[in-house]
Every structure is written in structure tokens, then in C-alpha cells.
């Protein structure tokens, strides 16, 4: 079992800035990917970024490029979502998630954490 606890979600003004963490524990693999991804009211739950753990290569979603960043720190088995520039349309339960590496689908998931942008 792998566990991801998240934090750093709140209510921001637009334009402002939050980072999200998000640290994985248990029965971790030697290389794995982790995401992030949210879900606003009424919509469906769509991907954000994510990183390999081997390499660090980043993905993110149009949307998001040039505001957020993923990272991680592999001595600390965590994960973060840097989020400048946000917008009210941001506003979200942001969730991140786990997979080892080849598998197709996230494994693991976390219990998300709200975020919040005034206009």
C-alpha cells in the first residue's frame, strides 16, 4: 500500500500564488510517477502535470503552462505543484496520484485538497 497525503490548498485572490505537497509513503516502488490532478464542481476530474521519478521529466496540461510547476524530492518521497498567476477558473479539489512506472493507470490517490481563487 502506498499513501499520499496532500496539503497546502486555500483560498487565494486571483493572481495570487499557492504550492501544493504531496508525500508518499509505504510500500513505495524504486521508480514511479506521480500527478496531479482536479476536479471542479460539476465537471469531471481532469489531469494537471505530472513527473517520472527517473529523470524528472514534467507533462502538464495546456491550460496550466507557464503558471504551474511540478517538482519533486525524491529523498523526501514528495511531490509539488507550484501555482502562480491562478485564476478563478482554477478553483478545484486538486488530488495527487501514484503509479509505478509502466503501469497505465494511477495506482494510489490521495484525499485531496481544496483550492480556492477569488476573482
Known amino acids: 500500500q502506498v499513501q499520499l497525503v496532500e496539503s497546502g490548498g486555500g483560498l487565494v485572490q486571483a493572481g495570487g500564488s499557492l504550492r501544493l505537497s504531496c508525500a508518499a509513503s509505504?510500500?513505495?516502488?524504486?521508480?514511479?510517477?506521480m500527478g496531479w490532478f482536479r476536479q471542479a464542481p460539476g465537471k469531471e476530474r481532469e489531469f494537471v502535470a505530472r513527473i517520472s521519478w527517473i529523470g524528472g521529466s514534467t507533462t502538464s496540461t495546456d491550460s496550466v503552462k507557464g503558471r504551474f510547476t511540478i517538482s519533486r524530492d525524491n529523498a523526501k518521497n514528495t511531490v509539488y505543484l507550484q501555482m502562480n498567476s491562478l485564476k478563478p477558473e482554477d478553483t478545484a479539489v486538486y488530488y495527487c496520484?501514484?503509479?509505478?512506472?509502466?503501469?497505465?493507470?494511477?495506482?494510489?490517490w490521495g484525499q485531496g485538497t481544496q483550492v480556492t481563487v477569488s476573482s
Open positions: 509505504g510500500r513505495t516502488a524504486s521508480t514511479y510517477t
Open positions: 496520484a501514484y503509479k509505478r512506472t509502466g503501469v497505465g493507470e494511477y495506482e494510489y
